[in-house]
């Protein structure tokens, strides 16, 4: 099945610098990787998501990328702010013949913003 | 609102006893998922439905756990004879169709098994 890896586990900027968060997967059919942004006690929020006919997606400060060929996708946060603090995790979808496109999910990044 | 819901927020059981964990999707979603998130860890996988359909329960720990979705709406996630390890946040999603969508999730129902 699908494996997928997540960097760092915890990651403390300061406020107003980058952060990236990087991932890589194992399967090579899979081609949707969302990632979610989930605070302490609250469900995941979808904040972006990438398919693999595209090298890279932005939407204002969020931008994600995928190198197909490495396996691996990143995600970059520009000019980080306190609420940007929360757990991000990445995620892959392994493709079925069944339908079945239950997400494999990264173990997630802690990303503190530091006033 | 028209997010997904799920209910219990909470729920404390005795180990040994059984749980039922409801989820509502958003209305018209055809795929439904269940996941368990230990804490401090991403997300896994459990089961998935297209409408009343149960194609993947690949994830599912054992035969204690059991999910249903009867009239392809609302699903019910069943925990028989709980045990600790079953304590987890048990987190539902619904996407709009078959395929590759983005999953929208619950806040989870929180399961701590005494």
């Known amino acids: 099945g699908e494996n997928v890896e997540q960097h760092p586990s915890t990651l403390s900027v300061q406020e107003g610098d980058s952060a990236v968060i990087k991932c890589t997967y194992s399967?090579?059919?899979?081609?949707?990787f969302p990632w979610y942004k989930q605070e302490l006690g609250k469900r995941p929020q979808l904040i972006i998501d990438?398919?693999?006919?595209?090298g890279e997606k932005k939407d204002q400060r969020i931008a994600v990328t995928l190198n197909k060929t490495a396996k691996h996708f990143s995600l970059h946060i520009t000019e980080t702010q306190p609420e940007d603090s929360a757990v991000y995790f990445c995620?892959?979808?392994?493709?079925?013949?069944?339908?079945?496109?239950?997400?494999?999910f990264g173990k997630g990044t802690h990303l503190i913003i530091q006033p | 609102g028209a997010g997904v819901s799920q209910s219990p927020r909470y729920k404390v059981a005795k180990r040994g006893q059984d749980v039922a964990l409801r989820c509502d999707p958003i209305s018209g979603h055809v795929s439904l998922f269940w996941y368990q998130q230990a804490l401090g860890q991403g997300p896994e996988f459990l089961t998935y439905?297209?409408?009343?359909?149960?194609?993947?329960k690949s994830g599912l720990p054992s035969d204690r756990f059991f999910a249903e979705r009867p009239e392809g709406s609302v699903s019910t996630l069943k925990i028989q004879r709980t045990q600790q390890e079953d304590s987890a946040v048990y987190l539902c999603?619904?996407?709009?169709?078959?395929?590759?969508?983005?999953?929208?999730f619950g806040d989870g129902t929180r399961l701590s098994i005494l």
């Open positions: 990438i398919r693999s006919n595209v």
């Open positions: 439905f297209q409408n009343e359909a149960q194609l993947d």
């Open positions: 995620a892959a979808s392994p493709t079925s013949g069944g339908g079945a496109d239950g997400l494999t």
């Open positions: 399967d090579s059919a899979s081609n949707y």
């Open positions: 999603a619904s996407s709009l169709t078959v395929s590759n969508q983005p999953q929208h």
